[in-house]
């Protein structure tokens, strides 16, 4: 298994954590379909979903693979109980 040095978490949760590094912009979005245009052409909003998208597939893939090793691991005891 691959493990990322600490000093790359520790760098990526910085970086999470700075309001500068989502380029947001003051202000509000009262809704409707000009707001919907904005929010998905905008780079700030577009880094932001893209950002969202990216975390969400790595935890999927994480969770995915912890549940194929958990059966894999059920799998090959149970085989092993029956030799």
Not at 6 to 22: F, K, S
Not at 41 to 61: C, K, N, Q, S, W
Request: without cysteine; glycine residues 10%; positive net charge.
């Amino acid at each position: 298994m691959r493990h990322v040095p600490d000093i790359r978490r520790a760098v990526a949760g910085i970086a999470l954590a700075l309001p500068a590094t989502a380029f947001a912009h003051p202000g509000e979005h009262p809704g409707g379909f000009a707001s919907l245009v904005h929010l998905l052409t905008e780079p700030d909003h577009l880094a932001m979903l893209i950002g969202a998208a990216v975390l969400g597939y790595f935890i999927h893939r994480r969770i995915r693979h912890q549940r194929a090793d958990r059966a894999r691991r059920q799998r090959d005891q149970g085989m092993d109980g029956n030799s």
